[in-house]
Structure formats: C-alpha cells, structure tokens
C-alpha cells in the first residue's frame, strides 16, 4: 500500500474516534471504528500477530454501549476507560498498516465484508472453534 493509503485509513480510525470523543460524533463514526475494530481482527490473524482478543471483544463491547446510549439518551458518548481500550486498538491497527503488504490487506477486506454481508455475525466471538461470527447487532438495528 502506499503511504498515502496507510495514512487515509489510518487518520480515518483517529478522526471517528476524535469526532466521539469531543461529543460531535454519529453513527457514521461509530461505523468506521466498527470496522477498525474487525480490519484489525483480521489482519492480526492474517499476519500471524498475537494480540488478545479480550481487545477486539471489549472494544466491540464499547461500540455496543455507546449505541446503547445514544439511542437511549440521545447522546454518542464514550468513557474515559473506553477511549483507553480504542486508542490501544488504534496504535495496534496503526503498526499493521505500517506493515501489511496490500494483498494480506485485501484479503483482510474480502474477510471483512464476507462477515458483514453473509453473516452479519459477530468475529470473535466463537474464536476457539474458528468459526467467524459478526454483528454489533446488525448496528443496533441500522440505528432503530
């Protein structure tokens, strides 16, 4: 990938988490960091990396709050422990762009929207038996 590519993707993961943070963010945001969440599942995979998936499965937990809240108060929040688990998973999705090689990307991708189009199940939720599983439900029911 070029650099220009990593940086795009990269700024995209920081930016939705930033728009959050600062009270300004939607659903839209809430997406990208949704699929920063499985990229980055993916691609750990792919890449042979270690990384527990206690932080893929708790930063799914935080998209899912944060849903939560904004359609029962109206507002797209994220706690102070939550930004820490997010900016975590962001500097590991950071370091695998650096690092990917566009076709483990891409294969990432196909995996990526296999999951949200046939699935619509959540990843790692059934790790040990390899199975794949997606959804964040189904965003909240595309935001009720």
């Known amino acids: ?4 590519d990593v940086r795009a993707l990269s700024l995209e993961g920081h930016v939705a988490l930033a728009a959050v943070r600062s009270g300004h963010g939607g659903a839209v945001q809430l997406g990208y960091l949704a699929k920063t969440v499985y990229l980055t599942f993916f691609l750990q995979n792919l890449m042979a990396q270690e990384v527990d998936v206690v932080l893929f499965q708790e930063a799914e937990a ?17 706690l102070e422990q939550d930004l820490v688990v997010l900016e975590r998973l962001l500097i590991v999705y950071d370091t ?3 690092a990917v090689p566009a076709y483990l990307f891409s294969e990432a991708w196909e995996r990526f929207q296999r999951a949200m189009v046939s699935s619509l199940q959540r990843p ?3 790790v040990e038996t390899g199975k794949l599983e997606f959804t964040i439900s189904e965003l909240r029911a ?3």
Not at 1 to 4: I, L, V
Not at 62 to 78: E, F, H, K, N, Y
């Open 124 to 126: 790692f939720d059934s």
């Open 142 to 144: 595309q935001m009720k």
């Open 62 to 78: 935080i998209i899912d709050r944060c849903i939560d809240r904004a359609s029962t108060v109206g507002r797209w929040s994220l």
């Open 1 to 4: 990938m070029s650099n220009a």
């Open 96 to 98: 695998q762009l650096e």
